[in-house]
């Protein structure tokens, strides 16, 4: 089969602070990257891809190049710039003129509540390990119901806890910091998953037309032989940066074998999980209503049995063959020779895809429908005549929509794809030579450029045909 449905989305993603630039316009509120990338001064964020002042032009992209969907997301403290208490009617009038643009250009808005951007107030506060934030949240989610829900027709509650939980809390490259502390990392993806079901809970309860979803990034672990030492490993990665959020996310609780490997991994790393009984019911209202989950796929992990103190090297200036990822109690990821890998270390593995959206169907049959909401190709493109020949990243797309129509034919409901990103923007932890965009901008003037991929995945767009 190589035919998509004919309501298939063939969309693109953003996010706000990678993407919007304009920090000091209206009364915008820190969140917690401003100062923390400013001090460390590797890139400067205040200028973005400038979607801020160019969403139109971006949009008219969108509708030119046939790309029918976009996410997008609202920067929490453009609307609440302390995160809770008193809006600004400027941020509030910012989101409304985009999601106009959007639906005027023809472009479904699939629009985020949080995308890595907590509040610079809350996150001092504690963030997702503190209760006030949860409330903040839910205050924030509502408002924006309020306000768009009359043409927002979709709504995504979190942008992958795992990826803020594991950068804030194992990996440390995500403010504040803090590396190997697995027992705050499990908490705090609790607590967002709890928060998700507030705010779930709120949009159903006010009976609005649209629907919602979450977003996980959702990777496949394979163990690196067929050992059962090795296997284990991977299991136990998998439960913990995948199935514990699924689980949440569709059965409300964590079922014997994920609390199981969760246990044991809290006691290797001395550690609990504080959980409420109100929170479950919370978790199984929410599981039950869910409309749609949205994967982010862009690579899955080969891991090894490993004994030993976490260590962890993140790669972030692509330099192939500089990652080193290993979690005590968990595993290591290591390097199959027979897959190749992008210059930040990332498996290409389509095949990982395709195994996941099937783990979906057959481990949660409740689920209703499934759009891959990113997935894409890092590359150190360069402009050259105003022409970007980026065939890596139209060779990487094919495969993994190929992987997506095998699921289908293995009978996924998956109902749409978004290529991270619509144009380049900045990578929260590898700043801006590492371009996803399909379209390429010339960060010194703002101008973009399409490049080839673009011209490649609007004619898949127009005939639905992947050849
Ligand atoms: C996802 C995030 C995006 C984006 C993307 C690419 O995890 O949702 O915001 O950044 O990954 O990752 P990176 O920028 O680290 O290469």
Known sequence: MNKFPEHFVFGAATAAFQAEGALLEGNRGKNYWDDYLKEQGMFDPSLASDFYHKYPEDLELCRTFGINGLRISIAWSRIFPSGVGKFDPSGVQFYHKLID??????????VTLHHFDTPLSLFEKGDWLSQKTIIAYVDFAEFCFKEYGNKVNYWITFNEPWSVVAG???IGHFPPNIKYDLPKAIQAMHNMMVAHAKVVEKYKKAEYLGEIGIVHILESKYGITNHLEDTRSARKEHILANQFLLDATYRGHYAEDT?????????ENKGVLKTTREEFEMLAYAADQIDFIGVNYYASHFVKAYIGESTIHHN?????GSSRFAL???GERVNNPEVPTTDWDWPIYPQGLEDMLVFIKERYPNYKKIYVTENGMGEKDVLCDKQVQDDSRIAYIFVHLKAILKAIERGVNVEGYFVWSLMDVFSWTNGYKKRYGLFYVDFKNQNRYAKKSAYWYKKISNSKLLE
Do not use: D, H, M
């Open 259 to 267: 609390l199981e490997n969760i246990e044991e991994i809290l006691r």
């Open 328 to 330: 005590k109690g968990v």
């Open 101 to 110: 643009e959007c639906i005027a250009n023809g472009v479904e808005p699939f």
């Open 168 to 170: 804030q809390y194992i």
């Open 316 to 320: 972030g200036t692509g330099e192939k």
